[in-house]
């Protein structure tokens, strides 16, 4: 089994920056995707932006501004920029471990007009 912990949450201006990572804790081996998602009070939780082996993807809210890239063997990270009020949720690391997903248990971005 594996365990996601999110961090790097917080609050910043419209038009600000934030780096989120994910720390991927236990074995590791044979992580072949991990995601990022968020949610707001009320509504669904949404796919940001997944990395698969060398290739990566976004929603089309979060092309040209947020960027996810792997760290180290262990780390996921986020990189949020242009931050918009509407970027404001709790985001959600997601892991994909041998068939099986693994989620963290988020962490508040707040972006304030």
């Known amino acids: 089994q594996v365990q996601p912990v999110e961090s790097g949450g917080g609050q910043v201006q419209a038009g600000g920056s934030l780096r989120l990572s994910c720390a991927v804790s236990?074995?590791?081996?044979?992580?072949?995707?991990v995601a990022w998602y968020r949610q707001t009070p009320g509504e669904q939780r949404d796919l940001v932006a997944t990395?698969?082996?060398?290739?990566t993807n976004y929603a089309e809210s979060a092309k040209g501004r947020f960027t996810i890239s792997r760290d180290n063997a262990n780390t996921v990270s986020l990189q949020m920029n242009s931050l918009k009020p509407e970027d404001t949720a709790v985001y959600y690391c997601?892991?994909?471990?041998?068939?099986?997903?693994?989620w963290g248990k988020g962490t508040l971005v707040t972006v304030s007009s």
């Open positions: 997601n892991v994909l471990w041998f068939g099986m997903h693994y």
């Open positions: 236990g074995n590791s081996n044979g992580i072949s995707t």
């Open positions: 990395i698969m082996g060398e290739s």
